[in-house]
């Protein structure tokens, strides 16, 4: 009889996003995503805005960076920047990937 273990993967979230939960933030360990579904909901690092979730997080990649849930971005001169440093209109927030989307604080 074999006896197989599980091991989940363990990712940080990325910087500027942070968890209440040991290990989860940038520069840690690493957590699970059961472990991160357990936090609170997550928050910014000043600098850093938008309206984070970490519903539908992933962690593919042992030792990686939690994708799939909605992260903190950077703010540079009153703009936040998305993927590639795409600058958003005043007012907008980048919680996903790609896009500008406006959302409320």
């Known amino acids: 009889t074999r006896v ?12 500027g996003t942070l968890s209440d939960q040991y290990n ?6 690493g957590c699970t995503v059961a472990v991160l579904d357990g936090a609170s ?10 309206i984070p ?5 992933e962690c593919t990649t042992d030792g990686g960076t939690f994708t799939g ?20 209109p005043p007012g907008d927030l980048i919680p996903d990937v790609e896009t500008c989307r406006v959302a409320h604080d």
Do not use: H, Q, R, W
Request: overall charge negative.
């Open 4 to 15: 197989y273990e599980i091991v989940e993967n363990s990712c940080t979230l990325p910087m």
């Open 41 to 50: 909901e997550l928050t910014c690092v000043a600098g850093y805005g938008g």
């Open 24 to 29: 989860c933030n940038t520069g840690e360990a």
């Open 53 to 57: 979730t970490k519903a539908n997080a």
């Open 69 to 88: 849930a909605t992260f903190c971005s950077v703010i540079v001169d009153g703009f936040y920047l998305g993927a590639g440093g795409t600058e958003c």
